[in-house]
C-alpha cells in the first residue's frame, strides 16, 4: 500500500506542476541566495525521521525527500515565496505543491491546505496544517518535504541553513 500511494503521489506531483520551457537552464538554486525556512517547526530546527535517500535510477525505490517530525495540527509554511500548483487529496492524504520563483518545486504531505491553488505565497507564509494521518513515520506524525527541479529530487535540507538532527526510529 505504501509503494503504491508513493507511486501515486510521484506520478501526480510530476503531472500537475508545470514543467521548465523547452531549452532553459533550470535554476541553480534558490532565487538571490536566500535561505528558505523549514515547512514545520520553526527555529530551532524540527527534527529528520527519515533523512533524503535517492535511488540510483529514477524508477528504483528511494525516499525523494525528508520527513520533519510534526504534530498533528502545526502550521506548514512556504519554504520559499510561490506559487500554490495543486491542494488536494492523492490517495489518503492531503498533499500541498509549491512552484517556486526560481522554478524548484516544493511537495508537502499529509497536509489540510488553507491556500488554494494559483494563491502566491511568500517564504513563511501559512498555507496549511499537518493532518491526522496514520503515515510512514507511525507511530510518530511527521511531514514529508520533498523537492524538485524538473524531473530531479533534491535534498530539501540544502536549502535551509539551520541543518536538524537527525532522529534515528527504532526498527518497526
Known amino acids: 500500500m505504501a509503494l ?36 514545520v517547526g520553526g527555529s530551532p530546527a524540527p527534527p529528520v525521521l527519515a533523512p533524503f535517500e535517492p535511488p540510483a535510477q529514477q524508477w528504483l525505490a528511494g525516499h525523494r525527500g525528508v520527513d520533519l517530525g510534526a504534530e498533528v495540527g502545526d502550521v506548514v509554511v512556504s519554504p520559499a515565496d510561490g506559487v500554490v500548483t495543486f491542494a488536494g487529496t492523492v490517495v489518503d492524504r492531503g498533499v500541498l505543491v509549491v512552484l517556486h520563483d526560481d522554478g524548484l518545486r516544493t511537495s508537502l504531505e499529509p497536509v489540510t491546505a488553507s491556500a488554494a491553488p494559483g494563491a502566491r505565497v511568500a517564504r513563511g507564509a501559512a498555507v496549511g496544517v499537518v493532518q491526522d494521518v496514520p503515515g510512514h513515520c ?3 506524525t511527521c511531514l514529508h518535504w520533498g523537492v524538485r527541479r524538473g524531473e530531479t ?6 536549502f535551509v541553513t539551520d541543518r536538524p538532527p537527525i532522529v534515528l526510529l527504532p526498527d518497526r
Not at 19 to 29: N, Q
Request: overall charge negative.
Open 4 to 39: 503504491a500511494v508513493a507511486l501515486v503521489h510521484l506520478l501526480l506531483v510530476s503531472l500537475l506542476a508545470p514543467l521548465p520551457a523547452a531549452g532553459a537552464d533550470p535554476p541553480a538554486g534558490p532565487a538571490g541566495g536566500a535561505a528558505w525556512v523549514f515547512p
Open 138 to 140: 507511525a507511530p510518530r
Open 153 to 158: 529530487y533534491l535534498d530539501p535540507l540544502s
